[in-house]
């Protein structure tokens, strides 16, 4: 029988998109006072892969990232994902704008092996956590770089992307390696 082992403790990232530059600060500002301070971010692109979020969103898209300096428990994505939502919602009921959903706050975790992101929507290749929430592994890590699966989506498949995740990575894997030492020096000898 395989030992159970102790989880990780992972790298928290939230792509956040909208057509707003203001509203985009503010969900920052909201993301930091949740989860703390943001370690890096990506440069903002813009968002053009997909017309799926034009009726709710408008166009024009600009879409980032936020890598947070905190690592988080591997079984907090639901709760995070239910807590972003609810940040969605409270910065949309703020503001006067024309589209029903100003912006968009999807957080993902990104271990050694991979980066999945968090959903309300099921599919064949999704796991269900609770409360509504799916897990997705959207990329995978393999000789030394992130890889797509054939579901992932075509904006994560850019390689602006993929090497901000393997920056990302590599940034998770130096502070993982700090919290084993702590734990190491806690533990004695």
């Known amino acids: ?19 707003y530059p203001d509203i985009l600060d503010r969900g920052r500002a909201d993301l930091v006072e949740a989860f703390g301070p943001v370690v890096f971010s990506s ?52 503001a006067a704008y024309p589209e029903p959903r100003p912006i968009n706050l999807d957080p993902g975790f990104l271990t050694l092996g991979k980066f999945m992101l968090a959903t309300t929507k099921d599919q064949g290749h999704r796991i269900y956590l609770r409360d509504g929430i799916f897990a997705e592994v959207t990329l995978r890590f393999e000789g030394g770089a992130f890889h797509p699966w054939p579901w992932t989506y075509a904006d994560y498949r850019q390689p602006s992307v993929l090497a901000f995740m393997r920056e990302a990575r590599e940034l998770y894997r130096r502070r993982l390696q700090e919290v084993k030492s702590r734990e190491a020096q806690r533990a004695g000898p």
């Open 1 to 19: 029988m395989a030992q159970i082992r102790p989880l990780d403790p992972v790298l928290l990232l939230v792509a956040a998109f909208s057509r």
């Open 43 to 94: 440069l903002p692109y813009e968002f053009t892969q997909t017309k799926y979020y034009e009726a709710t969103m408008g166009a024009d898209l600009k879409k980032h990232f936020l890598v947070f300096q905190n690592l988080v428990s591997g079984d907090s994505l639901a709760k995070i994902k239910i807590q972003t939502n609810e940040m969605e919602q409270a910065l949309a009921g703020a």
